[in-house]
């Protein structure tokens, strides 16, 4: 039995074209491709939450957050930040554009891996294809970074860390599908596998009183 989509409660922030003034209301396509970033299901181990949207990117903007944890460990972090142009930029192959980004932790010996960038590259276009996220002319970077204490903080543990950074243009203006797979493939960073296909999943804001865990 699939579990419910909870929806988004909605954020005075979501769309920084909404917050400037007296400005006309934003056009009806990025209006309801921004209404779908709140429609993805995604699963129990994920929380999401509005973000303030860039102001300079583009004409009309709008951000998400998630966290994935397990238990009360947060493994990955990540945005997904929406831009709408009517008249396009250059390379983005259509008036939307989405520009995620992804960080999590993981063990040295898997960021020593040479095959690690285009195993987390194919996370993500992986995951777009399997939710049926039609998109075009992506792009990114997978970067791995070691972080060591010194002085005063010298005993502190050598950490390590995956990011990845990318965008592509999506083919609709329905974004639902582009959401669950960047969350997908925050858990997949994150070391934990993707959900069976018939299973559905509910998404957990960190403000949803219904949530078994505090923070």
């Known amino acids: 039995m699939s579990t419910p989509v909870v929806p988004f409660r909605p954020s005075s922030t979501y769309a920084s074209a909404m917050t400037l003034g007296d400005q006309p209301p934003p056009p009806a396509a990025f209006t309801r491709a921004a209404e779908s970033l709140r429609r993805a299901e995604v699963r129990p181990e994920i929380e999401l939450e509005d973000l303030p949207a860039p102001q300079r990117l583009a004409p009309y903007s709008a951000a998400i957050g998630a966290s994935v944890y397990r238990d009360d460990d947060e493994l990955a972090v990540g945005r997904l930040i929406l831009l709408y142009d009517p008249d396009g930029q250059r ?5 939307f554009r989405l ?105 957990r804001r960190r403000d949803d009183p219904e949530s078994d865990r505090t923070k």
Request: proline share 10%; with cysteine.
């Open 91 to 95: 390379g983005w192959e259509g008036p």
């Open 99 to 203: 520009v995620a980004y992804v960080r999590a932790d993981m063990e040295p010996e898997i960021t020593s891996d040479p095959l690690l960038g285009p195993v987390a590259w194919s996370w993500l276009t992986e995951a777009l294809d399997a939710h049926q996220a039609d998109y075009s002319a992506a792009g990114g970077t997978v970067t791995r970074a070691v972080s060591e204490g010194f002085g005063n903080k010298a005993d502190d543990p050598v950490t390590t860390e995956l990011e990845l950074r990318a965008s592509w243009s999506p083919a609709r203006e329905d974004l639902s599908g582009h959401v669950a797979a960047w969350c997908d493939l925050m858990c997949l960073a994150a070391g934990i596998p993707p959900l069976p296909p018939d299973v559905a999943a509910l998404p």
